[in-house]
């Protein structure tokens, strides 16, 4: 079993950033891979980003350019630094973790999930 927790989030105005952080334990590698999903009132869980090992990143087309996730295996943490920032990108951000990613954008690829952590940008 994995264990993950999320903190980081908060209210911020719009153009701001935020640095948010999944902290894993149990039986947690370096091997699985992490992917940040969000979900804002009324719609359906969006991905984020993924990380596989520690250099192959996925990101979403809407937040590719702004967001950046990272790892440090030695924390059994991963990372998502949100810049940028938009109203849109409210929502409560969710961290994941499965140690085979067959597809990294699919939520139901995930074996494990965090409670979640709202983030909320003003305009």
């Known amino acids: 079993q994995v264990q993950l927790v999320e903190s980081g989030g908060g209210l911020v105005q719009a153009g701001g950033s935020l640095r948010l952080s999944c902290a894993a334990s149990g039986r947690t590698s370096s091997s699985y891979a992490m992917g940040w999903f969000r979900q804002a009132p009324g719609k359906e869980r969006e991905f984020v980003a993924a990380?596989?090992?520690?250099?192959?990143?996925y990101y979403s087309d809407s937040v590719k350019g702004r967001f950046s996730i990272s790892r440090d295996n030695a924390k059994n943490t991963v990372y998502l630094q949100m810049n940028s920032l938009k109203p849109e990108d409210t929502a409560v951000y969710y961290c994941?973790?499965?140690?085979?990613?067959?597809?990294?954008?699919?939520?139901?690829?995930?074996?494990?999930w965090g409670q979640g952590t709202q983030v909320t940008i003003s305009s």
């Open positions: 994941a973790a499965v140690l085979r990613l067959v597809d990294y954008s699919d939520y139901t690829a995930y074996d494990y």
């Open positions: 990380i596989r090992g520690s250099y192959s990143r």
